[in-house]
């Protein structure tokens, strides 16, 4: 009995909370993604790449004497210029055509493979390291976590909190949903949508640098960092179902959970093809996804 | 010397853009003709290729056994994957094939039966026929050319019979197929059993000329550069893959002589082209050279612009 209940405290709890704190981060990236997805009907493959760009940004930022928290102040702004850019200078071009969902996503595909190869180029291919700016531990329920595990998952709660009122809870948000959904109409009534579109697409790209800086000091910063880091996202998406928030922010913890408990049970190398397999029987189950509506796609 | 060791170099480098056409054509079946864009075909090459180095390693067999193996095997494959993904549509069809792939290339990569990491190393070459086997560079490449020309020739015969018809008539709507009396789904499993089999018959040529597989083959970076070579060449028109292959297979290795950041001309190429020319550079270029000839030949039109 004791032993049971040592092993719930010092094994299962300690690989639970380590799977919120990257629950958290993926959560982040699979929100960017799915609000790319559920406001543009756009599927952002080079999501993976604009991570990796914001952890390289927080390198950068630290290389020219900037404090943590300044970089991660800055990124997010840096990120959304850059993905208004992006917006405006390729998406916008394929964005009326008939083959929307095709073409963009066949163009963020190529856009992935330039950003790595520049990333590449500018940084080098070897990992680089962020030192973590809170260091430390704390007890909590008689167990050790390191601080800044802590602080990812406070900052990271509060962040998804904060999205969600923002598209939900405000003006602001009323009139990206608007633009979504009638673009004629809002056109109309006075939204500028292209723009609106594109801002959108900044705040998604934003929040997948965010989630880089946040994860930067955990793991090191390699040019093909979000690539992996992107398949997982994309399967929460997928499971939680396309465009949906509530989707994204469930299946991204619950898929971490299963991630780190079944590292417990079987050889992490395995974590792939069970994430996959549970997205592919999701799929056959329910193919719009726990939370999605058919209709997109 | 110097020149037979190039042109050696150069005929293993054709023959594989010719391998890579195979699985090319088999995604340009299903992008081009029914319109689902399938990004984990590298699954089907892979196991084309791992089935054929298998069978030649345990059995010794000949070329054309391990291509019937093959060829049963991802049949076989295609009919399981296409039940699941046939399901799903345009996105979700795009998400859960390269969910399948994903699944699929890393039980292989952690399966210490089958090399695990490095895969299967030391394949035999395979008799064709009596004195020809796959390690003569000239003879194989041939070889390779005729299947793929093969291939080629089915699928343009192919998309003239009502199948064909069919399978444009879901492209186009998919919604007003079962009007017509037609059950889509049957069609649209059929294609993707046959794009599973080019796909794997074309990976079973792949051990014949490298004598190796890797779990590489079925990463989605060969799904995604066979996409490429797809849309370069021109989707839908049969022979723009082939094309879009050899260009970019060449395009890769020799750019890749020279830089490690080769991956940043082919990125750049693809994005010119999906926003450029739609219909792949290829599908651009065949009716401006058309029209040249065309203007050659009448006296009318002489001072072409």
New interface residues.
Partial sequence: MTEALEWLQFVLAPQMINGLSIGVAVVLMALGLTIIFGLLDV?NMAHGEFYAIGAYLAVALLGLGLSFWWALALTPVLMAVLGYATERG?IQ??FH?KDR???T???T??????L???L??IFGANPLRVETPITGGSELFGLFFPNYRLFVMTAGGLLIAAVWMLVFRTSLGAIVRAAAFDRHMSASLGVPVSRVYAATFAFGVALAGLAGVLLAPIYSVFPTMGRDFV?IA??VV?IGG?GSIKGAVLSGLLLTQVQSISSLFI?P??N??LL??I??MV??WR??GLFGKLG?? | MATLVGDVFFLRLATEALIFGGLALSVDLLLGRVGL?PLGQALFFGLGAYVSALVLKEWHASFWLSLAVSLLASALAGLVGGI?AI??????F???SF??A??IS??V??TRELGASDGIIGVPGAVVVPGLDSTAPTGFFLVTLAVIFLIYLGLRYLMDTPFGRQLSAIRTNEDRVPFLGFDPWRYKLLAFVGAACIAGVSGALYPMLRGFVSPELMFFQVS?NA??NV?VGGAGTLIGPLYGSALLTGLRSVVGSFT??H??I???L??VV??MF?RGLIGYLTPLLQRRIEARRSRHHQGEQ
Wanted: glycine content about 8%; proline content about 4%.
């Fill in positions: 599927i390729l071009r394929v055509s969902h095709t073409l996503l066949l163009l595909f190529g856009l992935a493979i330039v790595e190869d520049v590449k180029i398949l994309f399967s997928i396309m050889s190398v395995w792939d093809p996959f397999g997205m592919v799929l056959m193919p719009q997109h796609a | 864009l699941i399901r799903s549509k345009g996105v979700y795009a998400l859960i969910g399948l994903q699944v890393k039980v990569f952690n995604g996409v490429i849309i490690a950041h991956q940043i082919i990125g750049l693809f994005v999906v926003i739609p």
